[in-house]
């Protein structure tokens, strides 16, 4: 079964309107990091935002929020005031347990959603 | 502080060659990885490291073996490459606290004919 799934390969937005991506996961751990990484088009994965499956308040970063619903399994970004440079694969990883020596802190990416933003 | 590096960026190979990939990491992290990414796909995780002489198996790693002799080296090996093992290959590390996110390294563009 797919642990970390993102149903939306291709979005379009309008240039300043906010847009979210979807990502729902799935694990029976109580301890898990939730991730997103942006992949523009000269293929380097930049780290955008992390939630804690214990964080009672969802993150932020500038522009970036998660919409963080642990009862649901979802993990939705709002990228608020969209700029052409968002234009880019957005990726969302699930890391399951603790940090520690026998999960070695790994990663499990969903596929992906093509973001296009137009002027 | 140059972050992560990989070395080449870019390789054509035939069926059947060999070839080592370098990934370097200068931030004293402790965990190491490596991933493949296939077109219009997310990353696997073929093989891993948690300290400098261990490693274990990703997702995908037949195909694949790496070594970690020195903390900050991860090398991710092709005995024989194949066509499917045409991708491109990330590296990424980590400190290795709880809310650590993992520093990617820029690719590796592999194709093999």
């Known amino acids: 079964a797919q642990k970390i799934t993102q149903t939306q390969p291709g979005m379009f937005v309008q240039e300043k309107e906010a847009v979210t991506l979807d990502c729902t996961y799935d694990?029976?751990?109580?301890?898990?990091?939730l991730f997103w990484y942006k992949q523009p088009s000269s293929g380097e994965m930049i780290f955008l935002i992390y939630?804690?499956?214990?964080?009672?308040q969802n993150a932020t970063e500038g522009r970036y929020s998660l919409n963080f619903q642990k009862a649901r399994k979802s993990a939705n970004l709002v990228i608020s005031a969209s700029q052409l440079g968002d234009s880019a694969m957005y990726f969302c990883a699930m890391r399951e347990g603790w940090v520690e020596v026998t999960s070695g802190s790994r990663l499990t990416f969903g596929e992906g959603t093509q973001l296009t933003v137009n002027p | 502080n140059a972050g992560v590096t990989q070395t080449p960026k870019f390789r054509v190979l035939k069926t059947g060659q060999s070839m080592t990939l370098l990934c370097a990491q200068d931030?004293?992290?402790?965990?190491m990885y490596w991933y493949r990414q296939d077109p219009g796909m997310g990353l696997r995780l073929i093989h891993y490291?948690?300290?400098?002489?261990?490693?274990a198996k990703g997702e995908v790693p037949d195909g694949y073996n790496v070594s970690r002799l020195k903390k900050q080296n991860f090398l991710l090996g092709l005995e024989s490459a194949a066509p499917s093992q045409t991708s491109v290959y990330f590296c990424?590390?980590?400190?290795?606290?709880?809310?650590?996110?993992?520093?990617f390294g820029p690719g590796t563009r592999l194709t093999v004919l």
């Open positions: 490291s948690v300290g400098e002489g261990t490693t």
């Open positions: 694990t029976s751990d109580q301890s898990y990091g």
């Open positions: 990424a590390s980590i400190r290795g606290t709880s809310t650590d996110t993992q520093y």
């Open positions: 931030m004293n992290h402790e965990y």
């Open positions: 939630q804690g499956s214990y964080d009672e």
